[in-house]
């Protein structure tokens, strides 16, 4: 999808600007994914995140701003908004899936693709993470 968007801005399939594009696609395509049962997710972010487990409304509220960070900077607008909200919620899982995962050593299921999968947390939902903070620490470069 990636590709398509940026061959259909620019005409040009390879470039650099397939790298953001593809990490806002995929936050999109993952915010998605949690807000198709928003309780089952929030119900099992609840079992790792940090930030979730001291206040429960962050669960509900983390797939749309996902969303939205993501959709904002596909759309390339909205930066002083989009990249904070990428940096804090990337910064803020990193570290929880970290500390759940390498840490605690739990065994837990990831809601990161929503809350009906059986992905367990690791290395899917920590690169989810340091993508949004790659991206937005990209952003904030002025990029």
């Not at 309780?39 to 972010?45: A, G, I, Q, R």
């Not at 979730?52 to 962050?58: H, Q």
Request: charged share 10%.
């Amino acid at each position: 999808m990636a590709l398509a968007i940026v061959w259909l801005g620019s005409g040009v399939v390879l470039s650099w600007a397939v790298l953001p594009t593809f990490i806002a696609t995929a936050m999109c395509l993952l915010a998605m994914l949690k807000l198709q049962d928003v309780e089952k997710f929030s119900t099992m972010f609840l079992n790792y995140d940090l930030l979730a487990r001291r206040w429960v409304p962050y669960g509900y509220i983390y797939p749309f701003a996902e969303l939205g960070a993501g959709a904002l900077m596909l759309a390339g607008v909205l930066t002083w908004l989009s990249a904070p909200v990428a940096l804090f919620i990337g910064g803020v899982g990193a570290v929880s899936v970290f500390k759940a995962v390498w840490i605690d050593r739990r065994e837990l299921k990831c809601a990161c693709v929503g809350g009906s999968s059986n992905v367990p947390p690791g290395f899917v939902s920590l690169t989810e993470n340091v993508m949004m903070v790659a991206m937005a620490v990209w952003m904030l470069a002025g990029h």
